[in-house]
Nanobody, 120 residues
Framework: QVRLVESGGGLVQAGGSLRLSCAAS????????MRWHRQAPGKQRELVAR???????YYADSVKGRFTISRENAKNTVDLQMNSLKPEDTAVYYC??????????????WGQGTQVTVSS
């Protein structure tokens, strides 16, 4: 069984910073893409950032230049450094990863989510 566990959410004032972390555990052979998504109240879940196993990154336009995604393959972790936070960044943030495990094979897994609240 593979688990993803997020940490690092909280309450911060606009303009502040937070760092989210996600750790994958279980019978993992390899992890391909790792992603951060978010879901604000009343809105659909959206992709915030993605990083490949080789380090290639993608960012949603709304967070470019403010958020940085990074990973440590040896530790099966992915982080999201969030700077210059805005009230519209308020959401539950979810970690997602494409994992090859034994005996599960290739599957996508999700964390339980961590709340980020940005006050104005």
């Amino acid at each position: 069984q593979v688990r993803l566990v997020e940490s690092g959410g909280g309450l911060v004032q606009a303009g502040g910073s937070l760092r989210l972390s996600c750790a994958a555990s279980g019978s993992i052979v390899s992890i391909n893409a790792m992603r951060w998504h978010r879901q604000a109240p009343g809105k659909q879940r959206e992709l915030v950032a993605r990083i490949s196993s080789g380090g290639a990154t993608y960012y949603a336009d709304s967070v470019k230049g403010r958020f940085t995604i990074s990973r440590e393959n040896a530790k099966n972790t992915v982080d999201l450094q969030m700077n210059s936070l805005k009230p519209e960044d308020t959401a539950v943030y979810y970690c997602n990863a494409d994992v090859f495990s034994v005996p599960g094979g290739n599957k996508g897994y999700w964390g339980q989510g961590t709340q980020v609240t940005v006050s104005s």
